[in-house]
């Protein structure tokens, strides 16, 4: 079956990285786009970051444009959210997410991905 691991999560300071990897295994990876998405406490999940299978094409949320870069290695069937100049309000559970098709519209849609990773908490502290 699909298993999509996060890793690389913890407790950092304001202004600190993180770089946050996904092991991807039971599907053929390099044939599906992926995606990071959040959890704030009592929050609905949020979109981060997409990219595409061949990486591509890539889409950030606002919040973290240019602060966060994802990439793909197809080799290693991993994904991976570099985080830099973290703030505060980043705390929260980060999710990878594989879906089946690629589209430059719906890249942020939680619906449309089908398989998910059981999340790893980042903490920033102020």
């Known amino acids: 079956q699909v298993q999509l691991v996060e890793s690389g999560g913890g407790l950092v300071q304001a202004g600190g990285s993180l770089r946050l990897s996904c092991a991807a295994s039971?599907?053929?990876?390099?044939?599906?786009?992926m995606g990071w998405f959040r959890q704030f406490p009592g929050k609905a999940r949020e979109f981060v970051a997409a990219i595409s299978w061949s990486g591509g094409s890539i889409y950030y949320a606002d919040s973290v444009k240019g602060r966060f870069t994802i990439s793909r290695d197809n080799v290693k069937n991993a994904v991976y959210l570099q985080m830099s100049s973290l703030k505060p309000e980043d705390t929260a559970i980060y999710y990878c997410a594989a879906k089946r098709v690629w589209s430059d519209v719906s890249y942020s849609n939680i619906y449309e991905y089908d398989y998910w990773g059981q999340g790893t908490q980042v903490t920033v502290s102020s």
């Open positions: 039971g599907l053929t990876f390099s044939r599906h786009p």
